[in-house]
């Protein structure tokens, strides 16, 4: 029986780590502690139950099923999982979270020294996306050249920049917005949502399991465990670069009170700190973050589109690449507004599908749990996806009424309640077929 060592496992880790650590990971962390102010930790620890304590669930979800989203829509039915899992792939694939990322490292690592116009945009996103699929062609190679070369490079980079954060901050912890004055918990796990990694779990669980069976290991419960060691170790490294670039935003408000987003704070930071040869340490660092993503993104999609349909997983690969490259020239801030939205809809039901999986002993028949649940999470994140798009004259007066409705979380109750509801009916279901 074939078991890893000590460097292949953390080898693993660190290619899980790299999967994970992306454009939303980078950017949205500091906006957000620039906002929270004073209010920093408890916005930050309400930004890592969504950034790292569901997606490390998920991981741990995936590994206990053995298998893919597949395994964890099962209950469900074979449509509604299929339809379910094709909306999420599309959302951290080609549509939303991979053309992002070359934007991403583009206007943070490269923008300022050739200017943010279209034509070196479309030079670099081609040269990124053309790296992306020689990486992505041969996903059995991913543990050597992403865990063993570039996340170390990658780390020794965010070291120095996290680092810097904290022991060389640009000021003290400014002011609390308004927005973090009345809940700062609850805006912080809403924030959380941006980075999308709860969505990119569900798709990097079957990257992981493929790159450990790469590796010659066969005992479905050896995957398991390295899997879960492989998310534990990813969930610390996401954990130490979300506090720093938390602290980091807080304490720039002095130099950059006036940013819009965190590319602008984290930019306008570095070249406070290091001058121009700090600007080249963060392009190394974007680029390298984002890179990694976007490989891990695009052979994710590979392998289950091509299970899905009759198509190789080459050609898969290709298509997708080439389409992300057309949306990422649409350029960052249209990426953002449109898929802010579609993110509120859909991560309630990520949310819900992974909870349920992980409280899988409690059920007696899991599809008169699953389907009820799921449907009025459905329902629900769409009517918060509407009103967070500005459409909220189609959603109903009494939706916005619920609890937490204009956090974008009134699916919450509803869910709840559903759930209790299921729950009994399943158990009331299940003692009659026993007791005849």
Known sequence: MTRLKGLDLLAL?????????????????PSAGMAAGQSLWFAALGF?????????????????????????TAPLGRGAGTLLAVAVYLAIGPLF??????????????????????????VYTALFFSATLFLAVNPGQLVNRVGKFITPVLLAALLVLGGAAVFAPAGDIGVT?????????????LEGYLTMDTLGALVFGIVIATAIRDRGVSSPALVTRYSMVAGAIAALGLSL???????????SQGIAGEAQNGVQILTTYVQHTFGTTGSLLLAIVITLACLTTAVGLTTACGEFFSGLMPVGYRTVVVVFTLFSLLVANQGLTQLISVSVPVLVGLYPLAIMLVALNLLDRCWVSPSRVFVP????????????????AGFTDLVPVLFTKLPLAAQSMGWLVPVLVTLVIAFAMDRLVGERRLAT
């Open 241 to 251: 670069v979300y506090l720093a670039l938390f602290y980091l935003g807080a304490t």
């Open 48 to 72: 890592l139950l969504t950034g790292v304590g569901l997606p490390l669930l998920t991981v741990v979800a995936l590994a206990r099923v053995g298998g893919g989203m597949d395994r964890l």
């Open 97 to 122: 979270a991979t053309p992002r990322t070359a934007v991403v490292s583009f206007e943070m690592g490269i923008a300022p020294f050739t200017g943010n116009a279209a034509v070196p945009l479309f």
């Open 13 to 29: 880790g660190f290619m899980t780590f790299a999967l994970f650590l992306g454009a939303g990971n980078i950017i949205f962390p």
């Open 373 to 388: 649940v799921m449907a009025v999470t459905l329902v629900f994140g769409v009517a918060d996806g509407l009103s967070a």
């Open 177 to 189: 917005a308004e927005s973090y004055r009345s809940g700062p918990l609850l805006k912080g796990f």
